[in-house]
């Protein structure tokens, strides 16, 4: 029986053990990089992986998942990655989107599932060919180009992040962003549409909101928007999303690569 290679890019140390333990050797060989730094080195050395699982939070604050991600999409040599984080933690949701959109994320899985088998049987029908995925987030992901809603140009990331630091005050936003009356107003009509598709793909509170009901004035539209960026901030604010994020513009195509050799 060969050997499956994995890469596993987590920065809790008791996290990285209980994933050796659950890919034991010899079916499985485990590289655990709990840094951005680690992992590029590997790459830049041509190591190749079958799978590699990637959190969304790393430490030092720096980087997140997302150039781990980058990192595997533009350079490695990796069959299949794996969204890997708890999802009811802030922006947790918006990075496996993200993820799927910007880098080709093959499945998604919560940190938190409580079956101690989960990991090996994921990994195993991985390298089998299937997305192991929950079924609700199979689904869920083929709409992941809803990030082009979100995210359609970098005024929009600016702007989100100003939403942010303002609370939503939107004098404070026009003066931080530069942006006129009109063109705010235009933002938060179009947030507001995107943030309803968001929601109605991926789960959440503000699931309701309509063209019709989002024409009704300001106040209605700032609520919902305050409380999308709120539940999302580490990932507008991750301090290496400039640099990784992908415009609608962009081509997501993978370069060519051999797959991993044995």
């Given amino acids: 029986m060969s050997q499956s290679r994995v890469v596993v890019v987590e920065d809790q140390a008791a996290h990285l053990d209980y994933v050796r333990s ?16 680690e992992l590029d080195r590997a790459a830049q050395r041509g190591e190749e992986w079958d799978v590699a699982f990637v959190d969304f939070h790393l430490a030092p604050d720096c980087t997140t998942g997302l150039t781990a ?10 069959s299949k990655t794996v ?42 029908r991985l390298l089998e060919g299937e997305d192991p995925s929950q079924p609700g987030w199979r689904e869920r992901l083929r709409h992941a180009d809803v990030m082009d809603q979100l995210l359609p140009e970098p ?42 598709s968001f929601e109605r793909r991926f789960g959440g509170e503000d699931a309701v909101l309509t063209d019709h009901r989002a024409s009704r004035g300001n106040v209605q539209r700032i609520g919902p928007i305050n409380r999308f960026v709120e539940r999302n901030s580490f990932f507008f604010f991750a301090p290496d999303l400039d640099k990784v994020i992908k415009w609608p513009q962009q081509s997501s195509k993978r370069r060519q690569r051999p797959a991993p050799s044995h």
């Fill in 69 to 78: 991600l980058k990192i595997l999409h533009d350079y490695a040599a990796v």
């Fill in 83 to 124: 969204a890997y984080t708890t999802f009811g933690e802030n922006s947790r949701v918006l990075y496996a989107v993200a993820a799927r959109r910007w880098f080709d994320v093959t499945a998604v899985l919560d940190k938190g599932d409580p079956d101690p088998g989960r990991l090996a049987s994921f990994t195993k």
């Fill in 22 to 37: 659950k890919l034991p050797a010899p079916e499985f060989t485990v590289d655990l990089f709990s840094t951005i730094g």
């Fill in 155 to 196: 005024q929009w990331l600016r702007t989100w992040r100003s939403w942010c630091r303002q609370h939503g005050d939107r004098r404070a936003v026009a003066t931080e962003t530069g942006l006129s009356a009109s063109a705010l107003r235009k933002f938060s009509e179009d947030a507001i549409k995107a943030i309803d």
